[in-house]
């Protein structure tokens, strides 16, 4: 995805796209360990986030991916509607936390 920018603008769309599910997973695994520690001190689990740096840099470590490509998946997920986002915090849409 690195070359993405000598793309045709709907195959650059496609290839954001394509990380879409990957992106959505690594996120919901980060919520997961936010949930469980909110659950040990007895604390509403819909307050669980993470910050936008945190999955930018999962999606590097675990995907490869460059900076660049996994903040433009990021705000990708947050323009499709996918993800919230609140000051620097990331939360999956469906989780059913509402700022």
């Not at 993405?4 to 954001?16: E, F, M």
């Not at 990708?76 to 469906?94: C, E, N, P, Y």
């Amino acid at each position: 995805m690195n070359s993405s920018s000598r793309l045709p603008d709907y195959k650059q769309i496609q290839a954001i796209q394509s990380w879409y599910e990957p992106a959505l997973r690594t996120l919901n695994n980060l919520l997961d360990v936010r949930k469980a520690n909110l659950r040990k001190i007895n604390r509403d689990e819909a307050n669980a986030a993470v910050t936008r740096d945190e999955l930018i840099e999962a999606l590097h470590q675990h995907h490869r991916m460059s900076y660049g490509d996994a903040s433009l998946v990021i705000t990708s997920l947050h323009r499709a509607d996918k993800i919230l986002m609140f000051g620097r915090f990331i939360q999956v849409k469906d989780q059913g936390g509402e700022v």
